[in-house]
């Protein structure tokens, strides 16, 4: 038997997924956590049914992909379980009535009973199940309740008579039904409300944001400045010995010992610059990434579930409006700061192909994922705040520049911003640690591998030349237009691979601050990690990849060559140059905001 | 009661009304209908952004929903004064 959990975005489907099946899947707050089907396996009566968490969808006659995914599903299912936000009965049982026509089993779960009734909102349960001739159940996803009769009412629900409505005709059976199960009682405004208006009022949202993003960073740089110092000495109190037990068993020297250990440094190992597998490659991962991707995900996690992501959009949809977007291409762009995978994932609930084409060459050519950022974090941070700030105000440049010209380029339309905003919703602290847990497990399946298997890659083509014969060839663009040592080309091949890595490889090079600079935005822009790239393929197919590829390594050309044209010119004034810079490109922005191009098109429309 | 008909986007924030029409194609009011705003819904306007042309910000039932302006100028709402 094949069960569909289907029902509108965000209304916990994936949380109740998780509950009958054991499956682990992300949820969070936002409408379109869920881009893909998961399937599970619930056990009832020693028998077993699979399980299927369908993405979120307003209607079966879709239009983003993600909702296409959904209505190819329901025709294929048994039994529907259809999940309702009790805190919102008349538009999602506009899905149900849609549901009801297929004349499959099905049961109703009203979720978020909770939440409804500190609403104020009341549903008599007896005459819903009555008028929709279904059984009823409530439940809370997020703990669970409720949920231990469901496998009984959905294994035993008989198939209901199909009931065909128009449109019109649906909303008219809502307007009956809802008022005859519901009764509203009105209620004083609660402190999370409030929190919620002052969170999107366009006086108080933005400094708020602004002030989120600030305490975000140095919570995640602090922080994460910290520990990586503290994971080096313990690397060196404990894992030193261990390494220099096996390099006595590989006899202190050869091939084998230098792929797998590098430089020992007589036992003062610098893990940053040995160039082992054992050594460089697991303080890489485990010494520095780890310890920021577990901050960064503590902290985006809270956001996310708390509610804040959409809000994020809200107010900057007319910045996006500039690049060709809309704001709920936000969503994507700050999962990427993450791991660009789930980024570029994401992009399927964007409606047009232009939004689509857009946000995920702008994600994966500017964005830099957490394992990036925390590599740029240790090798440009040593050379002063000033050059991390450097960094990022050129990758912001390009992300705006890029946008402006993208906007011009890519045919098409988009359409406006349309989107429920969830309530605040204060996290769950267990469902924050699954959610944790999930994320680093998954960062070191995926990472481990890569991270190893680059600097294995590196260290082969060292000792076999090959590299010196590959940073030949590329010497016309790497020293000639970047200005770079032809050693960095080792760098570029190993980012096609894993991008901590690849920054972790300039380490040893002896470059200039600046080059240090042009080499880690060129790094970023260049070309997306294996990983992304596969999905990116998958997500846009084989022409756009190809487009998208051009563009990024047109930028990279562009930027690098501008950035070492500019360093030449005003040499070590540089930073003041990329301030000033900053300075423009903020007031640029904001003079965005406040141009009144739109409003002739709103007077049009108003007449 | 004198009713007046504005669009969401030149109507004035906490101002209630009824959607009386969508200037649009199918398209746009299907997307509507979807998300529970169909033509006859009561809608009250919560916000909108001080700089011109951002999302209108709307509560329609227990649900808030945030509406691009160059949407919101097609949705037409009969005010009451």
Known sequence: MKILLIGNPNVGKSAIFSHLTGVSVTTSNYPGTTVEYTKGYMTYKSKKHEVIDVPGTYRLDPVAASEKVAADLVAEGDILLNIVDATNLERNLNLTLQLLEYGKPMVLILNMWDDARHKGIKIDLDQLEALLKIPVIVTNGLTGEGLSGLPKKAVTAQPVTPRKLSSAERWETLGKIVPKVQNLSHRHHTFIERLQDISIHPLSGPPLALALLYLAFTIIITIGEFVTDYTTRLFDLIYTPFILVISRLLGGEGLLHSLLLGELNGGEIDYEGAMGVLTTGVFVALGIVLPFIILFYLVFGFLEDLGYLPRVAIMLDRLLHKVGLHGYSVIPMLLAFGCNVPGVLAIRNLESRRERFITAVMTCTTIPCMAQTALIIKAVGTRGGAYIALTFTTLFSVWSIMGIILKQMVKGKTPSLLMEIPPYRIPNMKTQFKKLRMRIICFLKEAIPYVLGGILLINLLHTSGVITWIGNLFSPIVKGIWGLADETVAALIIGTVRKDAAIALLTPINLSHIQMVIAVVVLTLYFPCVATFTVLLKELGLKDTTKAIGIMLVVTLLTGGGLNLVSRVFGPELIIVGEILFVLLLSFIISLFFQGENLKVVNKHSL | ?81
């Open chain 2, 1 to 81: 009661m004198y009713k007046r008909r504005l669009t969401l986007a030149t109507m004035k924030n906490k101002q209630s009304g009824v959607v009386v029409a969508i200037h649009g194609g199918m398209g746009l009011r299907t997307r509507l209908e979807a998300i529970g705003i169909p033509v006859g819904s009561l809608i009250i306007k919560k916000s909108s952004s001080l700089l011109g042309a951002g999302p209108v910000i709307v509560m329609v039932g227990n649900t808030e929903i945030a509406i691009g302006h160059g949407m919101a100028s097609r949705i037409f709402v009969e005010v009451d004064q």
